[in-house]
């Protein structure tokens, strides 16, 4: 029986009283005393806060009940999983890259039993943790030797501390970049411990300009990937190969950050040409790094790929140490690295060659098999439509590249109040129990299909979307 509270303070039930209550006997069970009572605590504190202005039941069940809701909320994993249908393959803030099953496996395989991590089977001696991946990469890009590493932000910050700390780097103007996340390459430099020699201005560097600067101070030259920008017209940057032979010439480590690190040709998947690991090595680069969680679809990591002579100092710099992989993303790593072996399989079982893979008319489908159930649950107040749409890569990568994609696009009947109408729908369905993230564009929401392969778990939730809504969401009552 409900109570109503106004100017009746004095008649809050007990916490004791509330955890006799049926509820509040079930919430002890699953959460433990301490956190049942904190959270009953907290439910009355709230309602004595409100003062005589709340008009809400207090009665010892409905204190139960708030208690009980806040602990099923605060118990809900943080990191979620989502429906990624923002068009954005490689989504930075969703996770990146999806792994392959056979990654899958082989993490949980790492998180549940003791592995040989740094342990020789075959011998029973000491082993290295990167072996598990050496031969793969020397196999997939030609390198002689690798280190892995946290990302390819702490393989950067690694191999200019290696060989610039207390030295000079040189890089062109033109390739001095942030990525996203706060990631500055001189403000890297910076805390690697050496100075940023920068030469050419930003549309334009010369061979004679990374030559004048050279002296008997510097370091290492940085060929940096401008991954997630393009400078167009009057430019000229120098090429790899005549960099490697002046680097050659003059002793000096020549590296390359490739950002992305593409260890196939993506043209077969349909996107523009994007340097290869391989290439990059044989037009001489000393060494190059990338990530494991772009291009290539994998855990996070960071690659170094390139010399041994160069990969052995990389290897036995105590921050090499301070940055190592950890077991879990080393054997999926593992896992990829195996599939880009039979590459013209790739795409059947690479979650992320099989995302850029699909073709406008496939995603089209599952866009049309959808289209009925969302427009059931949006209701009358949107129309929601097939449409053709534009996917991006993410992370970086092929910037100006847009993959054809399709999607549904939902949008108010209304013109009144459109765009509060739009961030209300797109907030209801961020409310579902997987939270569904499309993107709004040109007075609708789009929710691109490319990433959407769990069509069962999207289409059970769409009912709940009414009641996961905010309170003004569409205008007819449900
Ligand atoms: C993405 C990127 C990085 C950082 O790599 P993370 O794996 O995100 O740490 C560094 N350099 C370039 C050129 C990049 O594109």
């Known amino acids: 029986m409900n109570q109503n509270c106004p100017g009746q303070m004095k008649r809050l039930p007990s916490v004791d009283r509330v955890l006799q209550t049926d509820l509040g006997k079930v919430a002890c069970e699953r959460f433990g005393h301490a956190a049942t009572v904190e959270a009953i605590r907290r439910a009355l504190a709230r309602i004595r806060d409100a003062g005589d202005d ?8 409905a204190i139960a009940r708030e208690a009980s809701a806040h602990l099923e909320s605060e118990g809900r994993p943080s990191v979620r999983r989502v429906f990624n249908l923002t068009g954005t393959v490689l989504h930075t803030n969703l996770g990146r890259a999806v792994l392959p099953e056979s990654a899958i496996a082989a993490a949980v395989d790492a998180m ?8 020789d089977v075959e011998g029973g001696a000491r082993g290295e943790r990167d072996d598990h991946v050496r031969g793969l990469i020397r196999e997939l890009t030609g390198a002689e030797d690798a280190a892995i590493v946290n990302n390819n932000a702490g393989a950067v910050l690694l191999v200019l501390n290696t060989f610039g700390a207390g030295k000079e780097a040189i890089v062109s103007r033109g390739e001095l970049i ?4 706060a990631f500055r390459l001189p403000d890297i430099m910076t ?7 920068e030469v050419g201005t930003t549309n334009r560097t010369h061979l004679s300009d990374y030559e004048g600067a050279i002296t008997a101070d510097t370091g290492l030259i940085l060929k940096a990937h401008t991954s997630n ?4 017209g009057f430019t000229k940057s120098v090429p790899t190969a005549e960099l490697a032979a002046l ?15 593409a260890l196939v040709d993506l043209t077969r998947f349909g996107l523009a040409p ?3 690991v391989r290439e990059a090595l044989a037009e001489g680069a000393g060494l190059v790094t990338f990530s494991g ?17 160069l990969v052995e100092r990389v290897a036995k710099n105590p921050l090499k140490r301070a940055l190592r992989m950890d077991k879990i993303r080393l054997a999926a790593l593992e896992a990829v690295l195996k599939l880009y072996r039979d590459p013209d399989r790739l795409a059947a079982h690479l979650p992320t060659a099989r995302f850029f893979a699909r073709t406008k008319a496939e995603i089209a489908a599952v866009g049309a098999r959808l289209r009925d159930a969302v427009a059931a649950a949006v209701g009358e107040d949107y129309a929601v439509s097939l449409a053709e749409c534009a996917s991006q890569i993410g992370s970086g990568a092929l910037p100006l590249e847009t993959l054809a994609s399709s999607g549904l696009a939902i949008r108010p009947r209304e013109r009144k109040d459109a765009g509060r109408r739009l961030a209300l729908l797109a907030t209801a369905l961020r409310r579902l129990p997987i939270p569904v993230v499309g993107r709004i564009a040109d007075g609708a929401l789009i929710l691109d299909m490319r990433c959407m392969e769990d069509e069962p778990g999207f289409v059970a939730q769409l009912p709940a979307l009414r009641s996961a809504a905010p309170p003004d969401f569409g205008d007819e009552a449900p």
């Open 191 to 197: 805390r690697a411990g050496a100075r940023l020699v």
């Open 178 to 181: 942030e990525i996203g996340g």
């Open 247 to 261: 680097a050659t010439l003059r002793g000096l480590p020549l590296i390359h950050d490739l950002g992305s690190g």
């Open 229 to 232: 920008f393009v400078i167009q």
């Open 112 to 119: 549940r039993f003791p592995v040989a991590l740094e342990f």
């Open 274 to 276: 994007e340097p290869t």
């Open 54 to 61: 709340a008009h809400e039941p207090c009665d010892a069940a």
């Open 293 to 309: 969680d772009k291009l290539l679809g994998g855990p996070q990591a960071g690659v170094i790929a390139g010399a041994r002579a």
